[in-house]
T-cell receptor, first 115, second 116 residues
């Protein structure tokens, strides 16, 4: 089955530790995105990548880092510099073929809690 | 830059009734796309419907339709014959169509509760 997988579903980390969230897609999509969602809030963009080996900061990139070494993978690292990392993290992708009309497909999300 | 405003934090609707979820937007792009997503309590984001700014007709997908009023910059989602399974968060989003794979910009969402 084609889709986007995120692991783990729940993640707990101690304050001061870096943690990496996985995002993998087998849809052959060019573009991938990371969003953060806080309770009762919409989705805010962290980073996005339109092509392999290239990525851009979103609105709330401070304290996060990404890499895009392979088309199917776009891991997100939450560093100790991120002051309030407890949130729900969603990864998404889209084909990039229809000039912006493409639907963005989402993974199931990772809920990160800092203890 | 784009901005999406959803002014209804929460809505209630009786089962089998229709409900309208409001969405207004602001953009300087001459060509743009508008999207609606549903987010159940599980957290997954489910695509519902798409409207292009130059589409001649309002989009429809089953029980979902989009009331697109370009001059008023509104793209309201209409759900007909509400079902208990429609209870969820609903997000309106948009992107400019001239710039390819740019990320969607989302509103803060509306929580819909369907009452039996």
């Amino acid at each position: 089955d084609g889709g986007i997988t995120q692991s783990p579903k729940y993640l707990f980390r101690k304050e001061g530790q870096n943690v990496t969230l996985s995002c993998e897609q087998n849809l052959n999509h060019d573009a991938m995105y990371w969003y953060r969602q806080d309770p009762g809030q919409g989705l805010r963009l962290i980073y996005y990548s339109q092509i392999v080996n290239d990525f851009q900061k979103g609105d709330i990139a401070e304290g996060y880092s990404v890499s895009r070494e392979k088309k199917e993978s776009f891991p997100l690292t939450v560093t100790s510099a991120q002051k309030n990392p407890t949130a729900f993290y969603l990864c998404a992708s889209n084909p990039g073929l229809a000039g912006g009309r493409d639907t963005q497909y989402f993974g199931p999300g990772t809920r990160l809690t800092v203890l | 830059a784009q901005k999406i405003t959803q002014t209804q934090p929460g809505m209630f609707v009786q089962e089998k009734e229709a409900v309208t979820l409001d969405c207004t937007y602001d953009t300087s792009d001459p060509s743009y796309g508008l999207f609606w997503y549903k987010q159940p309590s599980s957290g997954e984001m489910i695509f519902l419907i798409y409207q292009g700014s130059y589409d001649q007709q309002n989009a429809t997908e089953g029980r979902y339709s989009l009331n697109f009023q370009k001059a008023r910059k509104s793209a309201n989602l209409v759900i007909s014959a509400s079902q208990l399974g429609d209870s969820a968060m609903y997000f309106c989003a948009m992107r400019g169509l001239l710039s390819g794979n740019t990320p969607l910009v989302f509103g803060k969402g509306t929580r819909l509760s369907v009452i039996a």
